[in-house]
């Protein structure tokens, strides 16, 4: 970690919106917040490490992450097998757990089986990869995120544009931070979550974006196995509809900004909405 960045870092711990009540900016919290963490890279994941190390300055942490690799899990819940739960760090502040389910049942059951009371905030990632535009809907890492805020709990989802296993999380948690700290200064809409990608490299600032409108090209290879069995194994490329477009999230990555973007999760198309009351069914 940079000079600079681990100062800034050590300094969060003085400020005094760490003890803002979520629900009342006046209201001063009795004890210290408690912050859910969750991915969908695993509970062995760099990033999730990274993560928890900063949001640890700020408040209690408990980390119910899966225990492997969950990515694309989007909003899925597991219905159909019993769901493992093992905690593998109890200390003074900090627990973490491993489950075998899905982002979104690590949330679950984090606040129907594990804490008693509702976390403060809901904090997934950080991502190994982006999850700009579209991908959005794919992600376990958002999927945590929504679950929280569907519970009415400030929830983000922090991704980085590094996929490497090794990945350089250094700069990156000094936005994970920044970003931390104006949600907990400002709250959130209820059912608004936050979706926070940052680049790879060195790091301008930070915009709040739109999504970008692109969708992910399926290409799939047909392959056979040493059984002479037929498989498929998914590869593609994303395909951005507005390549020259500002204010969007693929934009500020591609110039070297941070991106937040604002996510409902009320999908209702309203303008839609609208019109569609004239239609004769």
């Known amino acids: 970690m940079l000079k600079t960045d681990y100062f800034f870092l050590k300094k969060i711990l003085s400020v005094t ?19 859910l963490i969750s991915n969908d890279d695993g509970v062995s994941a760099k990033g999730l490490k990274e993560l928890t190390e900063v949001m640890r300055l700020f408040g209690d942490v408990v980390v119910v992450a899966p225990d492997g690799h969950r990515s694309g899990m989007s909003n899925a819940i597991t219905v159909d097998h019993p769901i493992r739960l093992t905690k593998t760090v109890d200390e003074d502040g ?28 809901v904090v997934s990632g950080i991502n190994h990869g982006s999850n700009s535009s579209i991908s959005v809907v794919y992600s376990g890492t958002m999927g945590a995120a929504l679950e929280g805020c569907i519970h009415g709990i400030p929830s983000i989802g922090f991704s980085l544009n590094d996929y490497e296993h090794e990945a350089d999380f250094s700069r990156a948690k000094i936005y994970v931070a920044r970003v931390f700290q104006q949600v ?78 604002p996510v409902n999760a009320d999908m209702t198309c309203y303008q839609t909405y609208e019109s569609m009351k004239n239609w004769r069914f």
């Open 94 to 121: 900090f627990q973490v757990y491993k489950c075998s389910g899905t982002p979104v049942d690590c949330v679950k059951l984090a606040f129907n089986q594990l804490l008693d009371r509702y976390p403060d905030f």
């Open 184 to 261: 907990a200064e400002n709250g959130l809409p209820p059912f608004v979550c936050l979706n926070v990608n940052i680049p790879k490299g060195d790091i301008k600032g930070v915009k709040v974006c739109r999504q970008t409108s692109g969708k992910w090209v399926e290409e799939f290879d047909k392959r056979t196995d040493p059984h002479k069995r037929e498989y498929y194994w998914m590869a593609g490329f994303f395909q951005n509809f507005e390549e020259e477009a500002e204010g969007t999230d693929i934009t500020a990555l591609e110039n070297g900004y941070v991106s937040v973007v």
């Open 17 to 35: 919106f760490i003890y803002l009540c979520v629900h009342s900016k006046k209201e001063v919290m009795s004890e210290r917040p408690l912050i």
